[in-house]
């Protein structure tokens, strides 16, 4: 009986020399840092399309300015914050540009940046394929946004391609009308480089 307890004593201070070492190694790791990456201006596009007297105008938008922490294998850590001005805001016609600049559409002197946030970032059925969940701030009025995208790695970064639509009332851009259709769908292109 009391070799029996021997043997037992020993291996419970085995097993326990073993359990100190593994969380010894468990300790020591260096901590996993994430990537980040800056969006660009320089080979990417923010466009947005409406539909005014039945007809389809383009603009785009730049200044791309943010932050987004991207690592496929660990979404868990995943952030997109991403800015452009909305004084950039370009449809080729300058009188109706500097309209959208003021007070009833964009109100840019007041509210310059327009922004998306991420609040969770997951992996969709496609191969590149990722849904943001987050909130897309215009005119300093922030609502809930989710819309799929990809992403593909190209050089030191990546480029983000996706797309979504909103209703522009929701953001108090300008007011109802007859003429001025209430969605408008926005696609995005974003470069992101290496920081």
């Known amino acids: 009986m009391l070799p029996n307890l021997k043997g037992m004593i020993q291996l419970r201070r085995y097993i326990d020399r073993i359990t100190v070492s593994i ?15 800056q969006p660009v201006d320089a080979g990417s596009t923010v466009k947005f399309s409406i539909k005014n007297f039945g007809i389809s105008t383009t603009g785009t938008l730049n200044g791309l300015k943010g932050t987004i922490i991207f690592q496929p294998d660990n979404l868990a850590i995943a952030k997109f914050r991403v800015s452009v001005n909305s004084s950039s805001i370009d449809t080729d016609n300058k009188t109706r540009d500097r309209h959208l600049r003021g007070e009833d559409y964009f ?4 509210f310059p940046l327009i922004i998306i946030e991420s609040t969770s970032i997951e992996k969709a059925s496609n191969v590149d394929g990722y849904i943001l969940k987050g909130k897309l701030t215009i005119k300093g009025i922030t609502r809930n946004i989710n819309f799929p995208f990809t992403a593909k790695q190209i050089g030191n970064g990546y480029l983000f391609n996706g797309n979504f639509n909103i209703n522009r009332l929701d953001f ?6 007859a003429f001025l259709a209430n969605q408008l769908k926005v696609q995005l292109s974003i470069k992101a480089v290496a920081q």
């Open 107 to 110: 109100n840019a002197e007041k």
């Open 23 to 37: 969380l010894l190694l468990i300790a020591i790791q260096p901590p996993v840092s994430a990537q980040q990456f």
């Open 172 to 177: 108090g851009v300008g007011s109802s009308s």
